[in-house]
């Protein structure tokens, strides 16, 4: 049984089941125990039963909140855009532009994924919104895509930025756990909903060029057609490592990868807490 600092500790053993938070949905999964400690780093640890027909062959990771604390720099970024091109929603009374504050960007990542899709889903609740970009809210479908693609394009400048800064670091373990589990022999993935370019430039910046260049397989949201909670990356990563669904493990940190848990029933998933969050998910 080979152990890494991550954060919750985690053991792994016979299959149980889990269900998702505030529904009846079950769904098959190893059973996991989580241990949290004050401090936002955890051990990670993983066995799994002979009797188990299950036997783990690749760690798949995302890549925000779980390689990387970045919940705060995306929202950071977003802000940031919304400033610079003066967005504000019809539904506003604040008297300055659209700010998505902590409370309610955790919620909403922890509902939305992917970055576009968040914005169109906020902008359908809240109102189209006015900017320097349009003097009034765009009223078709052209006009509002690229209101989304210069918002995000220049959010995603913006959060690249904040990335090469230097101050930005790896979660604790996460090196750790990828170096131990390519000694073991398993193969390593990482699978973002977000921009490639973005997720590159984290990667070659936090893990390293040499890690990043040694991944069997890295596949970003310009790689698939459909966001999370559906299970499209995570099946398309399987099926170019080679290894069958229930043969990876996928270390996912929002609820939205819980619910493609869900969806995919043989791909497992350690869910931690986030800053606004402090529930245990256990079995």
């Not at 036997?55 to 400033?83: K, T």
């Not at 009374?93 to 994924?113: A, C, K, M, R, T």
């Not at 589990?181 to 590159?200: E, M």
């Not at 996928?250 to 998933?269: A, H």
Request: charged fraction near 25%; hydrophobic fraction near 35%.
């Amino acid at each position: 049984m080979a152990s890494s600092t991550l954060a919750p500790t985690l053991s792994l053993s016979t299959k149980s089941h889990c269900y998702l938070p505030n529904t009846k949905h079950r769904f098959s999964c190893p059973r996991i125990k989580l241990f949290y400690s004050k401090h936002r780093s955890f051990s990670v640890s993983a066995s799994a039963s002979a009797s188990t027909s299950n036997s783990l062959q690749a760690l798949i990771f995302d890549c925000d909140g779980v390689i990387l604390e970045s919940e705060h720099l995306h929202r950071q970024a977003y802000n940031d855009a919304f400033v610079h091109f003066n967005v504000r929603c019809p539904s506003s009374s604040s008297p300055g532009p659209l700010n998505w504050d902590v409370q309610f960007y955790d919620e909403l990542q922890n509902l939305i994924g992917g970055g576009k899709p968040k914005m169109r889903w906020y902008f359908k609740e809240h109102g189209w919104p006015k900017s320097t970009l349009f003097e009034t809210p765009p009223t078709n479908d052209e006009d509002r895509a690229k209101l989304i693609d210069t918002l995000q394009d220049w959010k995603t400048e913006r959060y690249k930025e904040i990335i090469k800064s230097g101050t930005v670091k790896p979660r604790p373990g996460v090196l750790r756990l990828m170096d131990e589990a390519r000694d073991a022999g398993k193969k390593l993935a990482v699978c973002s909903a977000a921009t490639k370019s973005s997720v590159i430039l984290c990667l070659e910046n936090l893990i390293g060029i040499e890690r990043f260049q040694g991944l069997d397989c890295f596949l970003a949201g310009d790689d698939v057609k459909e966001k999370k909670p559906s299970p499209s990356i995570y099946v398309t990563a399987s099926k170019k490592l080679g290894i069958s669904e229930k043969d990876c493990l996928v270390v996912e940190d929002s609820v939205i990868g819980l619910q493609v848990d869900f969806l995919v029933l043989s791909i497992f998933y350690i869910l931690r807490y986030n800053q606004s969050n402090y529930m245990v998910y256990a079995v």
